[in-house]
């Protein structure tokens, strides 16, 4: 992945009441979509759980 360093905060959400939200920085020289993050998550964690 090319991800060096990631940070997670709760931002409101009308269904859940809330939902997670990433800061993403990714290595020098890599490049990755939030797509590409978002699929990473959802590979990994449940669904609810995933940034967007």
Request: neutral net charge; aromatic residues 8%.
């Amino acid at each position: 992945m090319s991800v060096l360093e990631c940070a997670v905060i709760a931002m409101p959400d009308p269904k859940w009441g809330e939902r997670p939200k990433a800061f993403v920085t990714l290595k020098v020289g890599q490049a990755a979509t939030g797509e590409d993050i978002i699929g990473f998550c959802r590979d990994r964690i449940a669904h609810f759980k995933c940034p967007e």
